[in-house]
């Protein structure tokens, strides 16, 4: 998979978790270099998660601060997970 191709599928993982949040009441952007990173945060709390889509294996992860990390198929367990995180 060349550069171009991992950007714009970590742009597509990352779409789909922000899609997901946004459901749950969260707000977020696409930040850093060729948006690739997704900043989630909550309607009432100040605090802000930084998400990350790689590639790992055969498949693609979802990585945020304290050690989480799912595989992109659980994408709205992810969500769920976020917005517990920042209620």
């Known amino acids: 998979m060349g550069g171009r191709e991992t950007a714009e599928t970590r742009r597509r993982h990352l779409a789909a978790l922000a899609y997901e ?4 009441g969260l707000s977020w952007r696409l930040a850093g270099p060729e948006e690739s990173l997704l900043s989630v945060s909550g309607p009432r709390v100040r605090g802000r998660i930084m998400v990350v889509a790689t590639p790992s294996g055969d498949g693609w992860y979802y990585l ?14 992810v969500a769920d997970r976020l917005a517990r995180m920042l209620a």
């Open 21 to 24: 949040v946004e459901v749950r």
């Open 64 to 77: 945020w601060p304290g050690g989480g990390m799912a595989d992109v198929a659980e994408v709205a367990a």
